[in-house]
């Protein structure tokens, strides 16, 4: 009896200097994969990232590889941005005006941006308004519908300049 716990136990040892397997096996990874086999849960690899976002207040617009932003908080609070978006499987590398790049994040159903943004995002925005935190769940996927989102001074954020 002795030496079986002895086995075991080696056994058990034997595996510990393996490196851990990329892939999670655990019961959790493996029902959320058979939800989005079956499509109760949404594929970020297969979603489309174009169309219209928004969330409360909050916009965001992407059409090909421009994209654009517009938070209205009220008078004086607001955060107006364009630019160019790249993707790589679920992130969403952002370059917003000029020197504002961040990786924002995309899960299937919401786009997220970082808690804590570059310094120079700040310019793009008025008052105590941040573009931080930022999420937005899918409107539409539309095209022709993202490109009508206007900014400060009616700009079109999403249309080719």
Do not use: H, N
């Not at 978006?85 to 790049?101: M, S």
């Amino acid at each position: 009896m002795r030496a079986r716990a002895v086995a075991l136990l080696l056994l058990l040892l034997a595996g510990c200097d393996r490196a851990a397997s990329v892939i999670d096996r655990s019961d959790g990874a493996k029902l959320e994969a058979a939800a989005t086999q079956a499509g109760l849960v949404p594929d970020p690899r297969r979603r489309a990232i174009e169309g219209a976002w928004a969330l409360d207040t909050d916009r965001l617009c992407i059409v090909g590889q421009r994209i654009g932003v517009a938070i209205d908080y009220g008078e004086g609070q607001s955060c107006s941005a364009s630019g160019t978006v790249r993707r790589d499987g679920d992130v969403l590398k952002v370059v917003l005006g000029q020197d504002c790049r961040f990786d924002a994040q995309f899960d299937g159903e919401r786009i997220s941006f970082p808690t804590t943004l570059p310094a120079e995002c700040e310019r793009l925005c008025l008052g105590r308004a941040s573009l931080a935190a930022l999420s937005v769940e899918q409107q539409s996927g539309s095209q022709a519908e993202a490109a009508t989102l206007r900014g400060r001074g009616g700009r079109f954020l999403c249309k080719a300049s």
